[in-house]
């Protein structure tokens, strides 16, 4: 089953922070962040692990609650080149490392 | 080398035929992934790589849908007898070997093959 992201859409004016949900049903080991912009590739954002160690960039930042099965990614002070729709992509034991089974996506939209 | 690259960008083909798809993986990578988007969804997995040997096969990927690589660089995905349910974006993405953290590196995407079956 692919995890459940929320909200589904969100709308920000420039400077406005936001949060973007990932929750699973599955026990997960990896929790990966992406953003794709209409038309383009998936760009990486960040990889968080269980055991809590994570990778990333700088200007993002994202938590995982192992026992949750839940991950957020926070975006604080959005710019417009923020806009764009996030993916969350998980990896479960028993799998391929990874293999991410990816969500269905949060639509975010920044306005000046 | 910039990054994944994908050819072609845009296949429109009849149901029914044969259609093949070419992925250039970042040169360094050994890790090669296979995904298909359609619209509003995000990527589901379809096949994996490591090297030359296809580790891992979704339930997604039919009889008529066939990957390779033969070589451990570029790969191939083919999708035989196309159906109209097989329009969707195909993206291709490949991951680093090295490091700590190498089970869990990035994945690098391509901008993908858009495949429209009339």
């Known amino acids: 089953q692919q995890p459940v992201q929320s909200p589904q859409a969100v709308i920000l004016r420039e400077g406005e922070d936001a949060v973007i949900n990932c929750s699973s049903s599955?026990?997960?080991?990896?929790v990966h962040w992406y953003r794709q912009k209409h038309g383009e590739a998936p760009v990486f954002l960040m990889i968080l692990l269980k055991g809590g160690e994570q990778k990333g960039h700088d200007k993002i930042s994202a938590s995982f609650n192992e026992k949750k099965q839940q991950s957020s990614l926070y975006l604080t002070a959005s710019q417009l080149s923020y806009s764009g729709t996030y993916f969350c992509?998980?990896?479960?034991?028993?799998?391929?490392?990874?293999?991410?089974?990816f969500g269905q996506g949060t639509i975010l939209t920044v306005h000046p | 080398d910039t990054g994944v690259s994908q050819n072609p960008r845009h296949k429109i083909t009849k149901r029914g035929q044969n259609v093949t798809f070419r992925c250039d993986p970042i040169?360094?990578?050994?890790?090669l992934y296979w995904y298909r988007q359609t619209l509003g969804q995000g990527p589901e997995f379809l096949t994996y790589?490591?090297?030359?040997?296809?580790?891992?096969k979704s339930r997604l990927l039919s009889d008529r849908f066939s990957a390779e690589r033969p070589k451990g660089s570029f790969s191939t995905l083919e999708i035989q007898r196309t159906e109209q349910g097989d329009s969707a974006m195909y993206l291709c993405?490949?991951?680093?070997?090295?490091?700590?953290?190498?089970?869990?590196?990035?994945?690098?995407f391509g901008p993908g093959t858009r495949l429209t079956v009339l």
């Open positions: 599955k026990a997960l080991y990896s």
């Open positions: 993405a490949s991951s680093s070997p090295g490091g700590p953290w190498s089970s869990y590196n990035e994945q690098f």
């Open positions: 040169s360094e990578h050994n890790r």
């Open positions: 790589f490591q090297n030359e040997a296809q580790l891992e």
């Open positions: 992509g998980t990896g479960s034991p028993g799998t391929s490392y990874g293999k991410l089974t």
